[in-house]
């Protein structure tokens, strides 16, 4: 077995100040054919994914958790008096090897995942919590980094707030309690990181479980060809006859939209809205659990709720904040939520529907009366939104924009055949970053679409390090005889993530934990909601939408048609929303241990939303990965935060031309390369001049009368 002694050296941060330098760490040896250990002599030191298998990862978490904690004691036991650089720079710099592996492994767990993943995930995942908690806790490198904070020196804006987030972050993570409560404290985080891990598992299995297969002709006949070989592709690939539904979004959503067929569909909704609520992969006691480990670690850090310590780091900063922001939305919107909805019962009720619309029933209806009112659905749009035409469409806005262009490599290796990467390099022909793109639904991805990173930006000695950024989705396949047309909620979906792609991508700064998306939550969503508003530019469309067997450029009228329906149903979709931020921040603003129902207490969160009738055994919580296992934890209200951030911020785009290069380069001048290297609200100000008002996003639904 190859084996090799690595000594980590790094040069003073500056000349002739030997203090300042970052401590020698003596390492463990690395067993280089492990290749997580191993340098990659690959295309900008991209993974090895063909050369990785499941048996590598645990011994290199373990290994590389040994480095972490020699790098740690080295600046712990550093003689020299701690300074910026000895202490809090070198902070930043311990654990490369280590957010490498975890880079690869979290990312590949969320996209292409296995039982023996999962499995492994289990195991690693106390390992990597001790660790942080070890780290945090330490009252020596504590009293270091207090001593930097105390008597900070010289520093630039950037240094500053790393110094500025790294003290708090020692704080906040329980640096200052007492070594009976900084055990309560290791013990609770290491159950949350277990129950939080164990949550999103059972979502995903509970997700996959369900499947509906259609062996009638006659209950499919009705849909749009698109929706049956999309089925057919599903049940093929099953082993299966006919047609088979799942709850996969590009596979449940067109069923909903297009079969008239009740029964099944409340089959379907029913199942779909009660994933993980009691059965196999119940999450209902796991729920109760996270609710009520957070609140004992808000409680022991000196916190009312979770919401509070929370909030503290966040642009709204408190809990009275985020209620007022989600009470105000709400009392502008809900009386045109209601009459969103009046109106579709009508309509139905128009159609022959007896009784009031249900939720399996909203998708159909919904669509019917969109497609009498704005003579507009899929069928009619998909055919100018084939996803390669698309994909070129979004990478041509990035290049009016910001001057980017993407080149396929196929010398990059990627996760999964689905998988493409491309080169990208701005408009002087620097190398920016690598963009994985990963669009279908598998059985082995979690559900919805997201961003994220297998490495971020930095600059070590001069030397800068560029992001390898991934866009995961979940859009409707190609079949035999179609390649994959996109629904326009795809496209926009689309958008979304790249916003985000771009956050990372243009990153500009010497420190990762500030460069990208590594900024407060509620404005984590700011670049990829304003990207959402080119999806109805109808000068935009023009350039790039086509019909995928004629060429055709898509028609004005049906341009004129997308932009006449972009605020259709929004109050309804609005108050959707809330109703997520609500129930959200009802279960982060206990303040008492909750050992109640999960479903009633969904019910009376989401009461003052509440615009279809009520269904009885369904609730949204155990399934709801983005606050119980994904990092939203009193934070989902920052979608609509980030909304109002977007509508505010295109409307610059919209005075000065919506591919105005100098609002471009404000914007990622001031926002995108910035990251979290100054506070959210400097940025944008700085951009846009003035602080974001809510009344521009209810204008932007074309709700003010």
């Not at 990181?193 to 002709?217: C, E, V």
């Not at 792609?501 to 509620?522: F, I, K, P, Q």
């Not at 609730?619 to 934070?635: D, E, K, L, N």
């Not at 609509?640 to 951030?645: G, I, Y």
Request: glycine share 6%.
């Amino acid at each position: 077995m190859k084996k090799a002694l690595l000594i980590m050296t790094f040069s003073a941060l500056a000349a002739g100040c030997a203090d300042n330098a970052i401590p020698k760490a003596q390492l463990p040896e690395l067993d280089l054919s492990n290749p997580l250990l191993a340098q990659w002599d690959t295309p900008y030191q991209t993974p090895p994914f063909s050369k990785i298998e499941l048996s590598h990862y645990e011994p290199a978490f373990d290994a590389a958790i040994a480095c972490s904690r020699a790098e740690i004691e080295a600046i712990v036991s550093n003689p020299a008096k701690p300074t910026f650089g000895n202490t809090i720079v070198a902070l930043e710099r311990q654990g490369e090897l280590l957010g490498r592996i975890e880079g690869i492994f979290y990312n590949l767990l969320e996209a292409d995942t296995s039982d023996e993943m999962q499995a492994i995930a289990q195991r690693v995942q106390p390992k990597l919590t001790e660790l942080a908690n070890d780290i945090s806790l330490n009252p020596a490198l504590f009293a270091r980094v207090k001593a930097v904070y105390e008597h900070p020196g010289r520093l630039d804006k950037e240094d500053k707030k790393l110094l500025e987030d790294t003290y708090k972050s020692f704080a906040r993570q329980g640096a200052a309690l007492s070594d009976a409560d900084k055990e309560l404290y290791r013990k609770y985080t290491s159950e949350l990181s277990s129950l939080t891990l164990q949550f999103g598992q059972n979502a995903l299995a509970a997700t996959n479980a369900f499947t509906l297969n259609i062996t009638d002709p006659k209950v499919v006949a009705e849909l749009p060809a698109f929706v049956k070989e999309g089925l057919a592709a599903d049940a093929k690939a099953r082993g299966e006859k006919g047609w088979t539904v799942t709850l996969q979004a590009p596979s449940y959503v067109p069923f909903m939209t297009y079969s008239s067929n009740r029964a099944l569909k409340e089959k379907l909704w029913r199942a779909s809205n009660s994933r993980s609520l009691g059965g196999e992969f119940d999450n209902t006691a796991i729920i109760k659990q996270i609710a009520n480990t957070r609140l004992k670690i808000a409680n022991l850090l000196g916190y009312k709720c979770y919401a509070d310590y929370v909030l503290e780091e966040r642009m709204a900063e408190n809990t009275a904040t985020v209620n007022a922001f989600l009470k105000e939305l709400l009392d502008e919107t809900k009386q045109y939520a209601d009459r969103d909805y009046r109106t579709v019962n009508g309509y139905a009720a128009s159609k022959g529907f007896k009784g009031d619309l249900m939720p399996w029933d909203w998708a159909y209806y919904s669509q019917k009366y969109r497609d009498e009112k704005y003579a507009l659905n899929d069928e009619v749009v998909k055919p100018y939104l084939e996803l390669e035409n698309v994909k070129k469409g979004v990478f041509l806005l990035a290049n009016k924009l910001y001057g980017l262009n993407f080149t396929p490599n196929d010398k990059i290796e990627v996760y999964h055949p689905d998988v493409t990467a491309y080169d990208v390099t701005d408009a002087d022909g620097r190398f920016m970053a690598v963009l994985y793109l990963d669009f279908f639904p598998r059985e082995s991805k979690r559900s919805g679409a997201w961003m994220t990173e297998f490495r971020g930006t930095k600059i070590v000695d001069k030397k800068e390090t560029r992001p390898l950024v991934s866009l995961v989705m979940n859009f409707t396949k190609p079949t035999e005889t179609t390649p994959s047309l996109l629904t326009f909620d795809e496209f926009n979906t689309f958008l979304h993530e790249f916003g985000h792609s771009l956050h990372g991508m243009l990153a500009e700064g010497r420190y990762e934990s500030l460069n990208g998306t590594n900024v407060y939550r509620d404005f984590v969503e700011l670049p990829s909601q304003v990207m959402e508003n080119w999806a109805t530019e109808k000068e935009y469309l023009d350039l790039w939408a086509k019909h995928y067997q004629t060429g055709e450029p898509i028609p004005a009228e049906i341009v004129d048609r997308i932009v006449a329906a972009q605020n259709y149903l929004a109050a309804y979709l609005n108050v959707r929303q809330l109703s997520f931020g609500m129930t959200d921040m009802a279960w982060h603003t206990l303040t008492e241990p909750f050992e109640g129902d999960v479903e009633q207490f969904e019910v009376a969160s989401m009461a003052p939303t509440q615009v279809m009738p009520v269904v009885a055994g369904t609730a949204m919580a155990p399934s709801f990965g983005h606050i119980f296992s994904g990092g939203y934890a009193a934070g989902y209200y920052g979608y609509k935060w980030a909304e109002v951030l977007a509508a505010d911020a295109f409307s610059l785009f919209k005075e000065k031309g919506i591919f105005d290069r100098e609002a471009a380069a404000a914007f990622r001048g001031n926002v995108l390369s910035k990251g979290g290297t100054e506070h959210p609200m400097e940025l944008y100000v700085r951009f846009r001049g003035h602080k974001p008002e809510t009344k521009a996003l209810i204008d932007k639904m074309g709700l003010t009368e």
